[in-house]
DNA sequence: CATCATCTTGACCATACGGTCAGGTTGAGA
DNA sequence: TCTCAACCTGACCGTATGGTCAAGATGATG
């Protein structure tokens, strides 16, 4: 009845673990912030020795800044939809699909991101002021076109993408507020859709992108 | 030359080194989150002798939950404004501006307030689940009876204010990244008004409380 | 099989932090 | 003026935390 453990390669070892490190540490982070964070917490979390979390990541910095990196990719990537789409409806409506998709499977990543920023972005700074600043760029671009060809409202874009950001982090951000109001249970598959409906209704009938009701 | 310093009443007193330290944790408080806060910095930026908080404050949760009662209490209070409206343009337009000028004037207020609710809520979970549930519903209530009027769009009353919490929020929370996109600027007083102008619009749009432009 | 780089970890260290306290100062009240 | 409660604070303490290290275990390489 023994598990047959095969021996892992050192490659492998290394992958392995700091995967472990990784995603037990964003949880630690966003559950108690940067300053609330232990790495014996994390240690105890990802199932190893916190001496083993040192020789991987040197400091409890330079573990977080990893996560924090990771996060912020991802956060750009959601928005890769955004760009072949033909118009607002298409575009952003999968954008807030995406971006609400990401609130539920990884909403501690948000919150990380969501600290990292309310705290002045101490170690991603340099990223918001050049890989965030011309994507940002990039897609008021995209927004002024639409307004241009008559798709969607003359709104700001800037404002309008502050907006989508808003409203769908706030649903990792802010989930536990929003849990407590669901009578302390999590957004049932209903609710979710239910929720990211209601945003893309808002929105795109806000921006004039489709009819209101 | 000497400024005549006239002898403080003890119940001054009391009163003017509360507000102080008050004021020093919630800026502490809302820059390195709790875990980051120490008391040394509160103590330093309030200009008093950290033992001279232990005496007021006993323990760093006591100060830090007399700051998050307080913000929970001026966020309950801005929504007074919705009560008496005749309808949705005048409610939630007014709600909106209230919540922007929070976000501007009290930026640290409404970090702690989110950094709080992220990490689960720890000290005000029970206001949640009291004046929280109650509050919202009573707001539903109030959207719902707009909606049964037919002076805005059915929509979720619910997400709705989800919506409108995230986006005036999200100009105090990210207050930080929204500089950075701004040039490293903070919004100028034009600025301000053109972003409480986007919520409003597309707001008020989406909900078909005004005509689509 | 021998050697080496990589990985592992219990024990340890220096520091920083929340909190205490004793002794002193100062306004209030009689 | 005297007494007392409220206020103030430098010095101190125990603990928890980030980080180090040296000695050992383990897979890679030839």
Not at 151 to 168: C, E, F, G, I, S
């Amino acid at each position: 009845m023994t598990q047959e453990t095969r021996p892992l390669s050192k490659k492998d070892i290394r992958r392995e673990n700091e995967k472990l490190i990784l995603e037990a540490a964003e949880k630690v982070f966003a559950e108690a912030g940067f300053g609330g964070a232990t790495m014996q917490l994390i240690a105890d979390l990802a199932g190893l020795p916190k001496a083993n979390l040192h020789y991987y990541f040197p400091t409890k910095e330079s573990l977080y800044r990893r996560v924090v990196q990771t996060i912020f990719h991802d956060w750009l990537k959601a928005a890769d939809i955004f760009d072949n789409a033909p118009g607002p409806v298409e575009g952003i409506g999968a954008y807030i699909d995406a971006k609400m998709e990401i609130s539920r499977r990884h909403p501690a990543g948000s919150k990380v991101w969501a600290s990292e920023v309310m705290h002045r972005a101490p170690v991603i700074q340099d990223y918001l002021e050049t890989t965030l600043v011309e994507w940002t760029e990039g897609r008021m671009a995209i927004i002024q076109r639409w307004i241009d060809e008559g798709k969607m409202n003359p709104v700001d874009p800037r404002h309008l993408l502050y907006m989508l950001w808003a409203t769908t982090q706030h649903y990792a951000d802010f989930g536990h507020q929003i849990e407590t109001l669901n009578g302390n249970a999590p957004l049932s598959d209903s609710q979710w859709e239910a929720a990211k409906g209601s945003v893309k209704t808002i929105i795109l009938t806000g921006i004039g992108a489709i009819p209101s009701a």
